[in-house]
């Protein structure tokens, strides 16, 4: 016992001296990037504006992504409703239409950062459910069910647009946007561009003779080929992708006349060929959009419920586009106030979608988005002026009708890349917070994981009929939780967000990166907010001040 105490004696905390900090040998082995609140390698940022002749090819290279989209969203839905190809041209029609009057609408007054406003997938299962629900009623003709069933997603939109309209402008989703640190921020934006890989290569694999070259080429002409010159550098990086394009689509219809698809599958042939779009001889040479184009809307509770959810869905997949479109266009991230806009705008743009009649609500586009960082260029100008292109192709729809003959395993190429910039991007936010924190490591592991997880496994697990996992008897109960879980971003910032605000928050303040991240939130917590997202032509002073 005495040795014992003796022993205690002479490790007590007094008599021993501290140890110095080990060396950090980061600092000899090379240089280190301080954390930068804005690209540097931008070459036009959102208020700044390439030449005129630039700024249109550039916004008419946007008009083609965005398009693949629609089209995409038309194939999957419009036969399923029993339409004709002349449907499918007057749909496609209507959805670029209310695209481009949502664009201008969110670059100007919701938003203001170059976002495109299209038509989104997370519509989809909704919408299934309406056309389920109608298998089995008894129409004249499928272009009465066709109809039928349009004036049923109508009236759902219509309705459902309201509660973006309140999350909006009663300014809750700005509030709830408040909660977010970089920890959350981080697999939000990674998950909007990762959760939607089935768009990627997949869709490219339909006809990997095309798909494939084309992805091969735009790395290799995009990346490696405009280091050869210096003109060749600026064509080929801000051009490179719609010189892929015309060049894989003229290799397509070569193919296509050669007879190379005359004896192969039926779902090849949709695929690969350039003629089974049927779209260039059923498309109208002129037809502008109407209001209630295809009828009085009909309004049935359970599928507006349904719908309900979709929006709610809609809204978390904006925002994760929003904080990736800020950060790809050398702004500052959005401030809370900034997302009430843009939200409430967005259910304006639901009600308008509805009116004209379209198959699907809006969201921002996240392709678009990437296109911004594949360029390096994030002028809100040429966004802009791509919504003239999406009115004008959408009135003259032979016009139109030639560019969505687009085979669809181009735009997965095209998606592989667009979807993994945006991906990166949130990334890029650690650098915001304590990367060393195991506290950080869990809640972005876990949520980016989950986020990826749950929504495959329902998507997984729905039939082709929109039926997901959850099946009890209330159909409208199913549609809700099916839309949120099949949500990547959603789930990501369920999970991030709880997870972020209950351990050990205050705690990790620094860690967290609430310090960096709380003068943005505000107004006149930055002195750039008012720089990016100011109205224009002094509109703010008929607004009130919550809003701007």
Request: a positive charge.
């Amino acid at each position: 016992m005495g040795e014992s105490a003796n022993t205690h004696q002479h490790t007590s905390p007094a008599t021993v001296a501290p140890s110095a900090p080990p060396p950090n040998l980061a600092l000899s082995r090379g240089p280190t990037w301080t954390p930068a609140e804005q690209l540097q390698q931008l070459h036009y940022c959102i208020h700044s504006n390439p030449s005129w002749p630039e700024a249109v090819l550039l916004a008419f290279q946007h008009y083609i992504v965005v398009l693949g989209t629609i089209v995409l969203i038309a194939t999957t839905l419009v036969p399923r409703m029993g339409g004709s190809p002349g449907d499918k041209a007057r749909v496609i029609q209507t959805l670029l239409f209310t695209a481009g009057l949502n664009t201008l609408l969110q670059t100007a007054l919701g938003s203001r950062l170059p976002t495109v406003m299209r038509s989104s997938f997370v519509f989809i299962l909704p919408v299934l459910s309406i056309i389920n629900d109608f298998s089995d009623k008894n129409f004249s003709s499928e272009h009465e069910r066709f109809t039928y069933t349009v004036r049923t997603i109508q009236g759902s939109l219509i309705v459902a647009s309201i509660i973006n309209i309140i999350l909006g402008f009663s300014r809750t989703w700005g509030h709830l946007t408040r909660l977010f640190t970089p920890v959350v921020i981080v697999p939000l934006v990674c998950v909007v561009g990762l959760g939607l890989f089935m768009r990627g290569f997949p869709m490219l694999a339909n006809c990997v003779e095309i798909g494939l070259p084309m992805l091969i080429l735009l790395v290799i002409g995009q990346q490696y080929l405009r280091r050869i010159h210096h003109r060749a550098d600026v064509v080929l990086e801000r051009f490179g992708l719609l010189i892929c394009i015309a060049l894989i689509w003229a290799f397509a219809a070569i193919l296509t006349v050669a007879g190379a698809y005359n004896h192969v599958r039926e779902v090849t042939k949709q695929s690969c060929r350039t003629d089974r779009s049927f779209l260039m001889s059923s498309a109208p040479w002129i037809r502008v959009p109407y209001p209630f184009q295809w009828g009085t809307p009909i309004f049935r509770a359970s599928h507006v419920f349904g719908m309900m959810g979709a929006t709610l869905v809609a809204s978390a997949e904006s925002t994760g586009t929003f904080f990736a479109a800020a950060r790809l266009s050398g702004a500052t991230p959005p401030p809370s106030y900034i997302f009430n806009r843009s939200i409430g705008l967005q259910g304006i743009g639901l009600l308008v979608e509805g009116i004209f009649g379209c198959i699907a609500g809006n969201s921002a586009s996240v392709e678009n988005v990437g296109l911004l960082g594949l360029t390096h260029i994030g002028s809100r100008r040429v966004v802009q002026i791509s919504t003239a292109f999406m009115i004008f192709f959408s009135i003259f729809g032979k016009f139109g009708a030639f560019f969505a003959s687009i085979p669809l395993p181009i735009f997965g190429a095209i998606y592989c890349v667009l979807f993994g910039i945006v991906a990166a991007t949130g990334i890029s936010f650690m650098q915001f917070t304590n990367n060393n924190s195991m506290r950080n490591l869990y809640i972005i592991g876990l949520s980016l994981f989950l986020g990826i997880s749950i929504p495959q496994y329902f998507v997984s697990n729905t039939s082709q009929d929109g039926r997901g996992p959850v099946q009890t008897a209330g159909g409208w109960f199913n549609d809700i939780l099916n839309t949120i879980f099949s949500s990547a971003p959603t789930i990501a910032i369920i999970i991030g967000t709880v997870l972020d605000q209950t351990l050990d928050a205050k705690p990790s303040v620094n860690d967290r990166g609430v310090s960096w991240w709380k003068p943005f939130q505000h107004k006149k917590g930055d002195v750039r907010n008012d720089e990016f997202y100011g109205l224009p032509l002094r509109i703010n002073e008929y607004i009130p001040t919550r809003f701007h």
